[in-house]
């Protein structure tokens, strides 16, 4: 399998995906706290697809 790095679209929503899922974490936003997992999994998830599909 070769990898290739993502798009920088790509990169950056993982980044925002991550960062709201910290923030929800460390609760300054409460409602976010619930999902904070799922957040950070979805963020590592679609950075791993722009790393595994080429020309995501």
């Known amino acids: 399998m070769r990898l290739t790095p993502p798009t920088k679209a ?23 706290a619930p999902y904070a997992t799922w957040l950070a999994i979805a963020g590592a998830a679609i950075l791993l697809a722009g790393n595994a599909l080429k020309g995501f």
């Open 10 to 32: 790509v990169f950056w929503i993982s980044v925002i995906l991550t960062v709201v899922a910290l923030l929800g974490a460390l609760g300054v936003v409460a409602a976010l």
